[in-house]
């Protein structure tokens, strides 16, 4: 039963151009949702939330969107640059415990120079 | 000012062998969170523990698989007697009291059962 769902397992773009990433979760209660970024044989390093009573929280060139209705949220990263190529994971914090994450299964972003 | 420290980094056993992962905090913090991270999947919580006790535990598997977090000392994660399915990378996270959101994590200890 997958809650937190990242239907795109990976994605390129052009240096420079706007990088969309796509989250989709079943989960009505989730409070909390994050991003975060993982290079190869590195941890997961977080790179922004959003509340679930927003629909925008931007932080430089990222920025999260939040559609409830439609329990879809996106990172929207722009301009993209080649650092930017990791896997993106989306994960919404579990209403048992605002300290346990729910994790999507990560998109692979390559930006290209 | 170190990260959180997971060691080893990579670990191979034989099928039946004891697995110890340990995970040393952040300095500062008192609280470690164990995640794995099956082949081609997202993390799953595992467990949550402070200093001396565990608060949730409910990602854990009923059977093998035990943590602690003693007052000296990193956290450990032991796995008994290993199956070939227990391969994963393991993700250690530490944070302060009250939980940020947005913990951070180590760099992971890659476990491989042959």
């Known amino acids: 039963d997958q809650q937190v769902k990242q239907n795109s397992p990976s994605l390129s773009v052009q240096e420079g151009r706007i990088s969309i990433l796509n989250c989709d979760y079943t989960n009505s209660m989730f409070d909390y949702f994050l991003w975060y970024k993982k290079y190869p044989a590195e941890g997961p390093t977080f790179l922004i939330s959003i509340s679930s009573i927003k629909d925008k929280n931007e932080d430089g060139r990222f920025t999260v969107f939040l559609n409830k209705s439609a329990k879809h949220l996106s990172l929207h990263i722009v301009p993209s640059q080649p650092g930017d190529s990791a896997v993106y994971f989306c994960?919404?914090?579990?209403?048992?415990?605002?300290?346990?994450?729910?994790f999507g299964t990560g998109t692979r972003l390559k930006v290209l120079a | 000012n170190a990260g959180v420290m997971q060691n080893p980094r990579h670990l191979v056993r034989r099928r039946g062998q004891e697995a110890r992962l340990r995970c040393s905090p952040m300095?500062?913090?008192?609280?470690v969170y164990w995640y794995r991270q099956l082949p081609e999947e997202g993390l799953k919580f595992m467990v949550y523990?402070?200093?001396?006790?565990?608060?949730?535990e409910s990602g854990m598997p009923k059977e093998r698989f035990s943590a602690e977090f003693p007052k000296e000392g990193p956290s450990i994660l032991r796995i008994q007697q290993v199956v070939r399915g227990d391969s994963a990378a393991y993700f250690c996270?530490?944070?302060?009291?009250?939980?940020?959101?947005?913990?951070?994590f180590g760099s992971g200890t890659r476990l491989t059962v042959v």
């Open positions: 300095k500062g913090h008192s609280h």
């Open positions: 996270a530490s944070s302060p009291v009250p939980p940020p959101l947005g913990y951070t």
């Open positions: 994960a919404a914090s579990d209403p048992s415990g605002t300290y346990k994450y729910i």
């Open positions: 523990l402070q200093k001396e006790n565990i608060i949730d």
